[in-house]
């Protein structure tokens, strides 16, 4: 009896010492599961346990902090995040996710005073950039947030959401040529997300304010217009001609065909520009009739975006399957939008 106890104790023991060299991981991606499930609770309750193990992760400590902000542990999230962020190592996403729960208690000044850290340390981020604005619109300074989009836009090019946050505070103040713009790069960006929709309503919809009678006119006698959206606007109105007051998909796709066709003759040079680029490299493909119905798709009815898909059947599938083959990346340098 006296050895089988010994045998107990030491399987026991054997035990402990493996599953302490796998703890921290398996209980990690165990958490992951549980807060995907939804359960909060036990991930946090699990993280803890990870946490002991291994107290300097900074992955365990960003996944800790951000379990209990969906737990709606606020106090707890920020006392985790503010011991995270003093990390060597911790990374964009770990001020985002203290950033999240500063803003969930509307604690904007010290959230601002993260982000201005944050900034500091990674200049550069199109994440920190509109964390940062959509602290300040939430805080009703929409001047310090359209800065800190349009600065996203300039130093992360390929970051959507400042985009996304662009393309609707622009739409509000009735610019709708850089509507126009920062949503279809949006689009190119994000194409298939909840998000898309919304811009491609948008997008159609700052299309018609555009070519509405002296609208585009008046955007380039604006002062905060800039000169590279001033020759966009120049082509686009030698190419517009008598535009009906109902304005349809299909006098747009018209009007965006000969633009792009007017813009690689007489400014693409001067304006090396991404978006430019491969609506061209689309029209080449033949594909660009479907891109401009994918883009304006939610201003059409069901049906009638499904006829038009029916009848270029051909060009639909070269679309589909041309943006499921791709990355859109857009570099730096393009940034034309100071005044």
Known sequence: MKYFFIFVLIVAGFSTVQSQEQTAKLLQETARTLVQKGDYDNAVVILERAKQQEPNNVDILRDLCFANYLKRDFSKAIEVGKELVEKPDADQQS???LGLAYKAIASYKECGK????ALHKFPNSGVIHNE???????????DEAITEWEKGIEVDPTYSSNYYN???YYARKNNWIRSILYGELFLNLESYSARTEEIKTQL????KSLLAPGAIQQLMNNKNTSAFEKNVLEVLVKMTGNVKTNITAADISSIRTKFITGWMQEKQKQFPFRLFDHQQYLLNQGLFEAYN????????SADEYAAWQKNHAKETEGLKTFQESRVFKIPTGQYYFTR
Not at 204 to 207: D, N
Not at 293 to 300: A, P
């Open 114 to 117: 993260l982000y201005r850290t």
């Open 166 to 168: 662009a393309t609707m």
């Open 95 to 97: 001020f985002q996710v």
């Open 293 to 300: 119905y994918w883009l304006m798709s939610t201003s059409l």
């Open 204 to 207: 159609a919809a700052s299309y």
């Open 132 to 142: 940062y604005a959509e602290l300040s619109a939430m805080d009703n300074d929409m």
